[in-house]
């Protein structure tokens, strides 16, 4: 007989016992906000997100954190664990969970410090007067009775999980820097009484928690912690810190699991860093907990691939691989790396679109899956076979475009994709030559693989022309064309200005869009200014690219702050630390009023004062972009006719690949 093939990754498939319960491998989707929640409890909506997961393979699932005390709100809604309405909820996730062989555990938390009093309208609660980098507010000083307050919280969570049908607990706040970090930490917790000073007085509080949540558990649930491996601050618990308090809390014999990350809120890019950062970057220190405890261990870190979790679970790093952004990019990850089917996995590519979304209080959402969050309207199982084949053709080769294409072909209608370039990908491409957005090209690769899978008939370097799409009969046309960078230096300051002339000079060959700046192949020469009318990432990305093309990089805007959107993704810092390691200069608050040859001529919109850069190479305009809709306007009329016709993405309105790729998905089903 022949011999069976052997597992390419055999670590990650097997299953491992997690106390009273077995995984069946060792992957494991970790807790994060989801914005499902209606009324501070959890929703049919999560049903169907977690289901589709553990549908396709992943072991356990920590649901979303919830808060155990109406003090830990940072926006309205947020799910209250200690609520009673929870119960049904669990026990409908639940269900449908363990449908699919997966476990489901509960995450209690509270912020502390992290938070404010704006959605709660009560103190935000701390061991000690320290207010957080982040919200900087003055924390009340918590009492025993305070104490008191949230180890019921705690507690009353335990008990609606065991009456909800989970399969446990995970007991959190001990990392990111949230309530029970604050306690254990001495940089937090300056208290003088039973619950500050020494370990054992600082750990207290947390296992008392434990015990209650242990009590209420009962030895048929599983009970984990939550804990960091590393704070990554002066001052905060370090690896040999954390293993030391690890190994205290399995001593105990309470606890079934440790689960590990990184960072508090003075450093939230260990937390959920974006790209660029070192895949698997947290399993150093979380190699140190797993070597001091003797209960399996939860590690996570940008791991994106099979093969990265399968080296750290092979290496002893950790006993299971959590997730969350890979899983929210695609939910079939498990089931595609059981079926060897790696390259087909649609890769978290660390954009944090995901946290974008949730800042700007929406449900959770991927750059470039259209179905997070709308799991029920979008997720697998929804997409339908077409009633009737259609000759469709698909107009532009980005994101929104190969989107449109892909989900057309699937649905069985015959698709011909045309792109005027000599390449797929659209902006996607010219993001990814900045070295910090190189991880983006996951996207575009992503999709020409499924485009060419599904076989959509791709003419690269063709314009699609209202005369030719008629001629060759397409039933259906989508238009994809996107948008060209617009040159004509006026900002949102100048609303009145935009129909009028351009601000002198913006013509010269000199001045370039941030779209054809990204398209140059031509050294920028020794000065570059770069000038943001949009505070979004197009000039910061230009700016990266210009730089390590040699030149010398100056950041101008009318703004009061260099690129303000980018909290959202929650990397400001980040990228503006690259910057300025870059040798980058920044000025803020200045009006582009012309540009003379190598001269550009700025004002202060607070005093007027003109303010002067010459020996300017190359002027850069990240002002926004234009709408290339012609072809849609030129097919419009033939709507009467029967064409079945369609506008998305930046020839819609130019945004972002999220929105091309959500509009893509929703026009294709409608064909």
């Not at 190969?402 to 699937?410: D, E, I, W, Y």
Request: aromatic residues 6%; charged residues 25%; contains cysteine.
């Amino acid at each position: 007989m022949p011999e069976a093939p052997v597992p390419r990754y055999p670590t990650l498939f097997s299953p491992i016992r997690l106390g009273p319960k077995t995984a069946r491998n060792r992957s494991w989707m970790s807790a994060h906000a989801t914005l499902l929640v209606k009324d501070h409890v959890f929703t049919d909506e999560h049903v169907a997100y977690y289901a589709e997961r553990a549908k396709h393979g992943v072991a356990v699932i920590t649901m979303e954190c919830m808060a155990v005390h109406e003090t830990s709100l940072p926006y309205r809604g947020k799910a209250l664990s200690f609520d009673p309405r929870m119960v049904p909820q669990y026990a409908k996730i639940a269900e449908a969970v363990h449908a699919h062989g997966a476990l489901l555990l509960a995450q209690p938390w509270h912020r502390g410090r992290e938070t404010n009093s704006v959605a709660s309208g009560a103190p935000v609660w701390a061991p000690s007067a320290v207010p957080c980098a982040v919200y900087r507010e003055m924390p009340h000083v918590m009492t025993v009775a305070d104490i008191d307050a949230i180890r019921e919280g705690y507690r009353l969570t335990a008990r609606h999980a065991r009456s909800g049908g989970l399969d446990g607990v995970e007991v959190h706040s001990m990392a990111h820097g949230y309530l029970l970090n604050q306690f254990l930490s001495p940089a937090t917790n300056h208290r003088n009484d039973a619950f500050g000073g020494n370990l054992e007085n600082r750990l207290r509080l947390v296992m008392e928690i434990i015990q209650a949540t242990r009590e209420e558990c009962g030895p048929d649930m599983v009970v984990g912690v939550r804990i960091n491996s590393d704070d990554g601050h002066e001052g905060g618990l370090r690896p040999d810190d954390w293993a030391e308090i690890a190994a205290g809390m399995t001593a105990s014999g309470l606890i079934d699991y440790v689960s590990c990350s990184h960072g508090t809120y003075l450093n939230r890019m260990l937390i959920y860093p974006t790209s660029p950062e070192s895949h698997g970057y947290q399993m150093a220190a979380t190699r140190k907990v797993k070597q001091a405890v003797d209960r399996p261990v939860v590690g996570v870190g940008r791991i994106v691939s099979p093969s990265e979790a399968e080296k750290h679970l092979a290496a002893g790093d950790c006993d299971f691989v959590a997730m969350a952004r890979a899983l929210i990019a695609d939910p079939e990850w498990v089931a595609k790396a059981a079926r060897h089917e790696g390259e087909e996995i649609r890769p978290c590519v660390g954009a944090n679109w995901c946290m974008t979304s949730i800042f700007a209080q929406a449900p959770i959402a991927c750059i470039h899956n259209p179905a997070a969050g709308n799991e029920k309207q979008l997720g697998s199982g929804t997409l339908k076979s077409a009633a009737r084949k259609k000759k469709v053709a698909v107009v532009g080769g980005g994101p929104g475009g190969l989107r449109a294409a892909l989900t057309a072909a699937q649905r069985g209608h015959a698709v011909t994709l045309f792109e005027r370039g000599h390449e797929l990908g659209g902006q996607i491409r010219l993001w990814s030559r900045a070295p910090s957005r190189s991880e983006l090209l996951g996207i575009a690769d992503w999709l020409e693989r499924q485009v060419v899978k599904a076989k959509v008939d791709i003419r690269l370097q063709t314009i699609a022309t209202e005369e030719m799409l008629v001629a060759d009969g397409y039933e259906a046309i989508v238009v994809a064309t996107g948008s060209r960078g617009l040159r004509h230096g006026w900002t949102p300051l100048r609303p009145e200005k935009w129909k009028g002339a351009a601000v002198p000079g913006t013509d010269q060959p000199n001045v370039l869009s941030y779209m054809e700046a990204l398209q140059e192949r031509t050294a920028p020469g020794r000065r570059a200014l770069v000038y943001d009318g949009l505070g979004g990432r197009q000039a910061v990305v230009a700016a990266e690219y210009l730089a390590t093309q040699g030149a010398e990089v100056e950041f101008v805007t009318w703004l009061g702050q260099t690129a303000p959107d980018l909290a959202g993704s929650r990397d400001w810092g980040k990228t503006y630390g690259m910057l300025k390691r870059m040798g980058m200069r920044f000025a803020c608050d200045l009006e582009l009023v012309a540009i003379e040859g190598t001269t550009v001529r700025l004002r202060d919109i607070y005093t007027s004062a003109e303010v002067v850069r010459e020996g300017i190479d190359t002027v850069v305009l990240a002002l926004g972009a234009e709408a290339q809709d012609s072809l849609f306007h030129a097919l419009a009329p033939r709507r009467t006719q029967g064409l079945d016709l369609h506008l998305i993405g930046d020839a819609l309105a130019p945004r972002r690949a999220d929105a091309a790729i959500r509009e893509a998905e929703i026009a294709a089903r409608r064909i």
